[in-house]
């Protein structure tokens, strides 16, 4: 008589018979880790949400500020004559506006918080020169120089923010 061979059915039937245990292992390790980054995505799309909320309520702070600052600009720096006192008070309320609501904004990662306290030094600064500001020469120069350099601290403050919002590797790390 001749030997009864199983077939590669059931050949294949009791491989995966003997090695269920290992496959229920790596199954369940696979399910933890797609639960895990499936809720940091959840978590990270939450929070792109609430940073861009709060980056759309900065610009229209940025924009009264800006309206404010090319008021000053325009008028001292283009004909000679001082800064007056309105305008001083104008930008220093603008500037107050837009720093307390550039340090309540969310800094999500290292790089914007590091930004972000730069803009608000510079903008700390500014109102400094704008508490000293006496009609002149010399205040309308000091105002002018500490508006001028606001803008460098925003503009990168304004690319951290950028990358942060479009970055695909943020969002891939975020995965994991």
Request: charged share 20%; no cysteine; hydrophobic share 45%.
């Amino acid at each position: 008589m001749g030997m009864n061979k199983p077939g590669l059915f059931w050949t294949v039937v009791r491989f995966v018979v003997a090695i269920r245990h290992i496959i229920l292992i790596v199954s369940l390790g696979a399910t933890v880790l797609y639960l895990l980054a499936s809720e940091t995505l959840e978590q990270r799309r939450y929070m792109l949400e609430q940073f861009d909320k709060s980056q759309a309520a900065l610009a229209k702070l940025e924009a009264e500020f800006g309206r404010a600052g090319s008021a000053v600009f325009a008028g001292p720096s283009k004909t000679g004559r001082s800064m007056t006192e309105s305008e001083a008070k104008a930008l220093q309320d603008a500037a107050r506006s837009l720093r307390a609501g550039l340090l309540s904004a969310p800094a999500p990662n290292g790089d914007i918080e590091q930004t972000r306290q730069r803009y608000a030094g510079a903008l700390s600064d500014l109102l400094g020169k704008l508490n000293l500001f006496e009609t002149g020469e010399d205040g309308t120069i000091a105002v002018l120089t500490a508006l001028e350099a606001v803008e460098l601290p925003a503009a990168q403050y304004h690319v951290v923010a950028e990358q942060y919002q479009t970055s695909a590797w943020t969002s891939f790390w975020a995965a994991f």
